[in-house]
């Protein structure tokens, strides 16, 4: 069953899911960012290849010709991974996929919509039994 963690009151997603990606690629997990549209996608591709600013995360776009050699891809399309390893949730919906990782990361950050439509998805994977733990990320 998947594991899924929460990471709530994020103040700045995009390096939590930088830091995130980081500890995955050490221990050799393939990783698909949820991003579920263009703008969200554009978003954490800019901010993994610019942050820090002298590192490389090695990730493209699903799509992408490399996407099956790459561990990191950024999407909304599961298929093109090589193991369906971690799944970071960027979306504001519960990917109907999810069951396909080992694990689910959600990252929410402060907007009250955001933080209204985590905690359904909270709701959503309790109900049906999944273990969850909570990361209060309050000034992170």
Avoid: C
Avoid at 38 to 57: C, I, M, Q
Avoid at 76 to 102: C, H, K, Q, V, W
Wanted: zero cysteines; glycine letters at 6%.
């Amino acid at each position: 069953m998947t594991r899924i963690d929460f990471y709530s009151n994020t103040r700045d997603k995009l390096e939590i899911v930088r830091k995130l990606v980081n500890k995955a690629l050490e221990t050799r997990q393939s990783v698909l960012i949820h991003a579920p549209d263009a703008r969200v996608a554009g978003e954490v591709d800019a901010y993994l290849w610019t942050h820090p600013p002298l590192s490389f995360l090695p990730h493209v776009r699903t799509g992408h010709p490399l996407a099956r050699q790459t561990p990191v891809l950024i999407g909304a399309d599961p298929d093109e991974l090589a193991s369906a390893d971690l799944l970071i949730n960027l979306g504001r919906e519960t990917p109907a996929f999810f069951g396909r990782f080992e694990r689910l990361l959600e990252v929410i950050g402060n907007d009250p919509e955001e933080i209204q439509a985590g905690r359904e998805r909270y709701r959503f994977y309790k109900e049906r039994g999944y273990a969850l733990k909570h990361n209060d990320m309050t000034g992170k």
